[in-house]
């Protein structure tokens, strides 16, 4: 881009696009963060176990200062800024005795199995049989196969020593007590050189391990050194993400837990050096003090004792603050503490990420109870007046607004349409208990009024699983306490009437109102080439009922027409004469509609022959569908609104439907002979031919053919016999036999009524069914969470490659070489 011209001839220098250096994130390595690292990025040592004196906190306590500050009338003591500004810093507590990490207890288990705990070398020596069968393994794999090979090893020959020979140590039995890892010596004989495995120990035992040793087994000295599964200083989160309560009073369970963990580690240093030096967490032959192991008499001093159990309260305080069910006593009662900790801050449905992260709340929102109606148009939702008085739009004032704006502001809050507040420039004016005609509108004025018919809202109704949970809509004011939705749209939002709650999300602006116009309802009628926003129930039983209708009073014609016809519709001419059904649907019809569909016939918006049914009516070049190609998204959306109304009269006031069990009321008997398997489907087939040659219409039959409910399969157990009942799978109950002397095929049908043992048979697959469907809900909510989840990681790469950035192969995603 170098110049142009400008108007008057003179080369203008063009926009130079800044040169941003571009930097790339290749990927995110995970690790265990060192002491070092901790120390590093701390700006203080946490000492004090007190957080507060009267008010202010202590200096050196887990409030600090200099840690930041959750409080918006202080600053913070290191970086000068307040609340919105700093970020928070973090700080470290210095632990007397390395403490095994909680998160990494597993893992450490595994490793101390693969090394010797007194040279830290390997306990598969090379070049050994073992050592070949390892080889050909993935490294990450063979830990768990020698852990395998030790623990048989202690349990069949009695113990493992230390292959090496200038070592030969007999190796211990590790097992997690509580929070850490006890290890259990086998002593027979007493020696000058007691074996003993403190923290501090196991910590210099982790350090020394070879790095080409750790490889050996999968590890990654670089980016997580098993050193560093244990903690010698504990990180203390800054307070702004662990705020206090300012409602409750006191302080936050987290910053507690950091408080008592420095009393710990304070109470524990009180100890001189050499009894800190005989603290472990070990047993001998099941005794806790070595010297008991020959000498039953031994006393052990008090002062070991009680810093074994000081040391054993800090390392349960530490897994405690991670995960409650480590807590203290609680923790071995097997009763998980409801105390508030990290993992319960940050992880859950309740946690920092999925409560306040991934979904928040959010402003200008209505939540309600939804009805059906039809008296508006599929992308239209009736909204109660109270809740559209908690609502505003805010509407700039000018010159074709300004009489009902005033009107409005008049009217303020508690008359409908009111207005709840006036914005002029910085300044609000609220207009509660205001009389509003003090307050003159000026041109530019922004009046925060109450929704009125034709606003903008954006539906939605959860669980949102695809597109269509989220359309637009615009609102009807309505008396009332419900939201009434069209019941066309009950499809894509998977809606019905028996409690279920939506919501209603109001677009404030013109930009927003321009988007959810694009969303309404009404622009939303596909899906796979079948209508999605389509007819339903009664409508369907309607629809296909009206093309047998053969002649329909002239004043019930007039009605329905009436009812189908809205403001700016064209008026349709109604002859003084009984119509056929097909004469009186194709009234409604547009007048050029030509299409032909299964056994239906429509010639010029004149519908000439056969029944129109789900498929005709929804499916892919069907009605729907044709009227919105030849005729657009208005015209179909207006169409299933004015057949919605029509048919609405004739189901109800020309041929009202209802259904009872004389509907199903048949008289069959199945042939000699015939198979008990067979039984369904034959006597099936003799109550459906029964049914349909049946005189009059039948209600079971229309609510079938015309597709609003039910199945031949539904048809046949209500009037043939309900047949071999199966697990969710298609197989057979075969155990009845085996345990009940029963087999699992009822003769009977839900019209015959069960016997005893038919019931019974009957109750397990139906009780099977529902827990399926229980379980269903729940593992659809969560598949969708983590389809969605992988999907955000994936990344195509050149040459048109698919990758999974996490590269775990743990999304079931992988990567696929061309
Ligand atoms: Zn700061
Ligand atoms: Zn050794």
């Known amino acids: 881009m170098s110049s142009a011209l400008h108007d008057d001839g003179a080369d203008v220098e063009m926009w130079e696009v800044p040169r941003v250096k571009e930097a790339r994130i290749e990927g995110v390595q995970w690790g265990a963060i060192s002491a070092e690292e901790i120390i590093d990025r701390s700006v203080i040592k946490v000492t004090e176990a007190t957080v507060n004196r009267s008010g202010v906190p202590i200096t050196n306590g887990p409030n600090d200062l200099r840690l930041g500050t959750d409080d918006r009338q202080q600053v913070c003591g290191y970086c000068g800024h307040g609340i919105a500004k700093c970020p928070g810093h973090m700080a470290y507590v210095d632990l007397p005795l390395p403490v095994v990490n909680v998160a990494y207890r597993a893992h450490l288990l595994a490793l101390l199995h693969c090394y010797c705990y007194v040279c830290s070398r390997p306990l598969v020596a090379k070049d050994t049989p073992r050592y070949h069968q390892l080889m050909p393994m993935d490294p990450s794999a063979r830990v768990g196969v020698v852990k395998k090979w030790i623990r048989d090893s202690h349990a069949k020959r009695g113990g493992v020593s230390c292959p090496h020979e200038e070592c030969g140590a007999q190796q211990p039995v ?34 020394v391990i070879d790095d080409d040793d750790l490889r050996l087994f999968g590890y990654s000295p670089e980016h997580s050194h098993p050193r560093n599964w244990m903690w010698r200083v504990f990180p203390v989160m800054p307070p702004i993400i662990r705020p206090a309560s300012k409602t409750g009073g006191g302080d936050n369970q987290l910053t507690s837990r950091i408080s008592s963990i420095v009393k710990l580690s304070n109470d524990l240093r009180r100890f001189d050096t050499k009894t800190l030096e005989t603290v472990q967490v070990a047993k001998y032959n099941g005794l806790l003090c070595a010297e008991r192991v020959v000498n039953p008499n031994y006393e052990e001093p008090v002062d070991e004792k009680a810093a074994r159990a000081a040391y054993i309260s800090l390392c349960t305080a530490l897994g405690g603050y991670y995960n409650s069910d480590y807590d203290s006593k609680q923790y071995h009662r097997g009763v998980a503490s409801k105390t508030c900790i990290w993992s319960i801050y940050s992880g859950g449905k309740q946690g920092r990420y999925r409560a306040n992260l991934l979904g928040k709340r959010v402003m200008n929102a209505a939540r309600n109870v939804i009805g059906p109606s039809n008296g508006i148009s599929i992308d239209e939702a009736e909204v109660p007046i109270y809740q559209c008085m908690k609502l505003t739009y805010p509407e700039r004032v000018n010159a074709y607004n300004i009489v009902r704006l005033t009107q409005a502001v008049y009217n303020g809050p508690d008359v409908y349409p009111g207005a709840n507040y006036v914005v002029r420039g910085e300044i609000r ?25 034709g606003d903008y809202v954006t539906g939605n109704r959860q669980p949102s699983l695809h597109r269509w949970s989220v359309m637009g809509h615009r609102i009807v004011p309505v008396t009332g306490n419900t939201m009434r ?29 321009a988007e ?38 002239y004043d ?50 004149q519908w000439r022959e056969g029944l129109i049914d789900k498929s005709v009516a929804n499916g892919p070049s069907g009605i729907i569908q044709v009227i919105r190609i030849d005729f657009g998204m208005k015209e179909a959306a207006r169409f299933i609104r004015r057949a919605y109304r029509f048919l609405d009269v004739y189901g109800t006031r020309v041929r009202p439907f209802s259904f009872t069990s004389a509907d199903t009321r048949v008289d069959i008997k199945a042939p000699e002979g015939t198979p008990d398997d067979q039984l369904r489907d034959v006597l099936g087939d003799m109550a459906m031919r029964q049914l349909e040659s ?119 995603i992988r990567y696929h070489p061309q």
Do not use: W
């Open 694 to 812: 049946r005189p009059g219409r039948n209600n079971l039959i229309d609510m079938y053919r015309s597709g609003a409910k039910g199945s031949a399969n539904n048809i046949y157990q209500i009037c043939g016999a309900l047949g071999g009942q199966s697990k969710f799978d298609g197989r057979p109950y075969d155990d009845f036999t085996m345990h009940y002397g029963s087999d699992a095929i009822i003769r009977r049908s839900y019209n015959d009524g069960l016997t005893p043992t038919e019931l019974l048979t009957h109750a397990r697959p139906c009780r099977e069914g529902m827990a399926s469907t229980v379980k269903k809900t729940g593992e659809v909510g969560r598949r969708h969470r983590q389809v969605s989840f992988t999907l955000s990681s994936l990344a195509t790469m050149p040459r048109a490659l698919t990758h999974d950035r996490t590269d775990y192969h743990q999304h079931g």
């Open 429 to 453: 004016i609220d207009l509660t208990g205001y009389s509003g005609d003090r307050v003159v509108l000026r041109y530019g004025d922004e009046v925060h009024r109450h929704l009125i018919e």
């Open 556 to 605: 019930m014609v007039m009605q329905m027409v009436t009812e189908s016809l809205d403001e700016g519709d064209e008026l349709i001419h109604v002859e003084r004469r009984p119509y056929t059904g097909r004469e009186a649907f194709s009234l409604i019809l547009p007048r050029n509609l030509t299409m032909r569909k299964k056994d239906v016939v429509i010639v010029d918006g």
């Open 485 to 513: 939705i069209h019941m066309a749209v009950t499809k894509p939002y998977n809606a019905d009437f028996d409690g279920d709650e939506m919501n209603f999300q109001v677009a404030r602006g013109e930009e927003e109102r």
């Open 174 to 207: 590790y097992v997690e007590v509580g929070t850490t890892i006890q290890t259990n010596f086998r002593i027979t004989e007493y020696g000058p050189d007691t074996p003993q495995f403190t923290p501090t120990d196991m910590y210099t035992m982790l350090s």
């Open 516 to 553: 959810v116009q694009m969303m309404l309802a009404s622009n939303n009628l596909i899906k796979n080439g079948s209508a999605i926003v389509c007819f339903v129930m009664h409508s369907l039983v309607s629809i296909y009922r009206i093309g047998s209708e053969t002649s329909i009073p």
